[in-house]
Nanobody, 119 residues
Framework: QVQLVESGGGSAQAGGSLRLSCAAS????????MGWFRQAPGKERERVAT????????DYVNSVKGRFTISQDNAKNTLYLQMNSLKPEDTAMYYC????????????WGQGTQVTVSS
């Protein structure tokens, strides 16, 4: 069974940086895609960044472009989200997710890690 465990959340000042990690286990296949979503109180869950296994292509929501970077270390089965120039509006619960077997549908989810940015 696929398990995703996030870490690295916490508090930061505006303009600061945090790096989230997501340790993946239980895979019997290589997922076509992995990503990070976030959800702030009272708001819908939002896809922040995605990385695709084919060619390592990435995409980002406009609000984080140029500030966040998604990457993965296949040898360590770990997904990362480097977050720079943090803003208070980045405050949210961040979730790691992975696509199902031979699919581009996000199927597996971690438990989330809280990021709080103060001004």
């Amino acid at each position: 069974q696929v398990q995703l465990v996030e870490s690295g959340g916490g508090s930061a000042q505006a303009g600061g940086s945090l790096r989230l990690s997501c340790a993946a286990s239980g895979y019997t296949y290589s997922p076509y895609c992995m990503g990070w979503f976030r959800q702030a109180p009272g708001k819908e869950r939002e896809r922040v960044a995605t990385i695709y296994s084919i060619g390592g292509a990435t995409d980002y929501v406009n609000s984080v472009k140029g500030r966040f970077t998604i990457s993965q270390d296949n040898a360590k089965n770990t997904l990362y989200l480097q977050m720079n120039s943090l803003k208070p509006e980045d405050t949210a619960m961040y979730y790691c997710t992975a696509c199902g077997i031979r699919s581009y549908v996000f199927t597996y989810w971690g438990q989330g890690t809280q990021v709080t940015v103060s001004s």
